[in-house]
């Protein structure tokens, strides 16, 4: 358990969770590659097979440690119950693309003013082009009391593959109580996900009726339920007819859990404390920029790999791009996200290449299908801007049986078969689907 509570400390979100030992060599030597990809999660995959196809698997490499690559949007079910944690997890051999170049290291230090970077067995890796895709990194001791309250039950998170089981056992056990689910007071990736599993549990709970003994409580430290009105208006209705309790500006604090006590802070009157006591906790943790991002010449000032929001491209190193939750693209961190910005990167390295101006540009598209129930979605999309971007010809602001279907059994077969391939993805990934059910 000391060592699960170890990779929590260090865990990040490039698809991957865990790192087994194997036996195919590390990077020896100093190396160089046309196209270098930082990060084997969804961007880094997805782009390495892009550029597989634009510039042959030889020139091409991928530096990422795990050996064991996730599907990380399946956690929402997997900690409610609805889908198997084994369901969400592939070799990353299987998915990474044929003929390039996998480094089973960890990067250490990126130097863009030499085109190099360092990897954690000290061999140096030089490029050509860079493309950096390693994720935003969890803060579970950013809460006293965490990561070791994991040991103890009654408690889970399904941002990590070593918590979201406990979600779902915590939720079996419940008998009678406060269950408590939480939003911290930093950018997070899948900003619906904390919500998400509060629908579920109260679904659980009345199907099991239990839910006239709980308390569902939401406490999150956004001065609003969801930042899109249009999908927040829906959310608004359902907390209410379901007796949900929502409380906004609490972030959590600390986590007692020989009390089962979660302590929380009013962020609108500082130094203001409220104790929970809970039967259940669903944590969703603090989250920052990825450390070796942050620490180098390519971060802005919080930290974030700093980009050009339409193009993709680095501000100030013209031969660095970037994928996903490690940028700072003003759009929210989802898996929906990295397929529209695919599209667009690829496009603009293609052009780039031929030494000509990127012409497609990124306007900020992401999705997130809110799970309200074990069988309903609402579906929302939307752009830079907050504006709605949707892909069908309904009102996707309602609750519907079909976009649940979509979000538990078709999005995964797209996302292995689909985007890691680097064949699927656009400005609306979701119409995409939309055409190919027409064919």
């Not at 990060?39 to 892009?50: D, K, V």
């Not at 971060?299 to 190193?317: C, I, P, S």
Request: aromatic share 8%.
């Amino acid at each position: 358990m000391a060592s699960s509570l170890l990779r929590l400390r260090l865990c990040h979100s490039t698809g991957v969770a865990i790192s087994h030992l194997h036996t195919s060599s590390r990077a020896s030597a100093k190396q160089h590659y046309k196209m270098l990809v930082l990060g084997g999660g969804s961007g880094g995959i997805c782009m390495s097979a892009r550029m597989k196809r634009m510039l042959g698997a030889d020139n091409v490499a991928v530096v990422e440690p795990s050996e064991v690559h996730y599907y990380q949007p399946i956690w929402t079910l997997v900690g409610a119950g609805a889908k198997t944690a084994a369901s969400s997890a592939r070799p990353t051999a299987s998915v990474m693309p044929s003929g390039v170049k996998w480094v089973k290291s960890k990067v250490q230090e990126i130097h863009p003013d030499k085109n190099t970077v360092l990897v954690d067995d000290g061999t140096e890796i030089s490029y050509e082009y860079l493309i950096v895709a390693l994720g935003l990194q969890l803060h579970y001791e950013k809460i006293k009391g965490l990561p070791e309250a994991f040991e103890h039950p009654k408690i889970g998170s399904n941002y990590s593959i070593q918590t979201v089981e406990k979600t779902w056992k915590a939720l079996q056990n419940f008998k009678e109580g406060n269950a408590v689910f939480t939003f911290p007071n930093t950018p997070v990736k899948c900003a619906g996900a904390p919500q998400k599993i509060m629908y579920l549990s109260d679904a659980y709970l009345r199907k099991t009726g239990k839910r006239a003994k709980a308390n569902v409580i939401y406490n999150t430290s956004l001065p609003v339920l969801f930042g899109i009105k249009k999908y927040a208006d829906t959310l608004w209705d359902i907390v209410k007819s379901r007796n949900l309790q929502v409380n906004l500006r609490q972030n959590l604090i600390e986590v007692r859990p020989d009390k089962q006590e979660a302590v929380f802070e009013n962020l609108d009157k500082p130094g203001e404390i409220k104790v929970f006591e809970y039967e259940m906790l669903h944590v969703t943790p603090p989250m920052g920029p990825s450390l070796v991002v942050k620490d180098s010449p390519l971060a802005d000032e919080n930290g974030w790999l700093d980009l050009n929001k339409e193009t993709l491209q680095h501000n100030k190193y013209p031969n660095v791009f970037g994928i996903g939750d490690c940028t700072n693209l003003p759009t929210a961190k989802t898996g929906a996200a990295v397929a529209a910005q695919s599209a667009i990167l690829n496009r603009t390295i293609s052009k780039l290449l031929k030494k000509q101006k990127p012409d497609k540009k990124y306007d900020g598209y992401t999705s997130c299908p809110l799970v309200t129930s074990y069988n309903t979605v609402v579906l929302a999309e939307f752009d830079y801007n907050g504006q709605p971007l949707e892909t069908f010809p309904i009102n996707q602001a309602k609750e519907r049986r079909l976009m649940y279907y979509m979000k538990a059994d078709v999005m995964p077969h797209l996302y292995w078969h689909g985007l890691l391939r680097g064949l699927w993805g656009g400005p609306g990934p979701y119409r995409k689907l939309l055409h190919l059910g027409m064919k």
